[in-house]
Nanobody
């Protein structure tokens, strides 16, 4: 079965940086479609970034464009999210997702992703 495990979350001050990791097993990071989502209390889960492998494309929410970078290490079967210039509005539980159909659904639609990690908390203070 597909398993995703996030790590790298924590508490930082505004303007700081964090790098999240998502270790995948039972899934091809090199050829699949993967993404990062986040959810704050009382808010809907929203897409943050995604990466498609064939051909390679990356996608970002407008709110994080220019600050966050999604990448992957195929040899380590790991997905990353580098987060710079963090803002209090970025505070949320961050989830790794895999397995969406790139050609049938918008990547921002959380219901289109069948595989999820347990999440890692990111807290940004003012």
């Amino acid at each position: 079965q597909v398993q995703l495990m996030e790590s790298g979350g924590g508490s930082v001050q505004a303007g700081g940086s964090l790098k999240l990791s998502c270790a995948a097993s039972g899934y091809s990071v090199s050829s699949g479609f993967m993404g990062w989502f986040r959810q704050a209390p009382g808010k809907e889960r929203e897409g943050v970034a995604a990466i498609y492998s064939s051909p390679v494309y990356t996608f970002y929410a407008d709110s994080v464009k220019g600050r966050f970078t999604i990448s992957r290490d195929n040899a380590k079967s790991t997905l990353y999210l580098q987060m710079n210039s963090l803002k209090p509005e970025d505070t949320a539980m961050y989830y790794c997702a895999a397995g969406a159909d790139y050609y049938r659904n918008p990547w921002t639609r959380s219901s289109g992703w069948p595989c999820w990690g347990q999440g890692t908390q990111v807290t940004v203070s003012s």
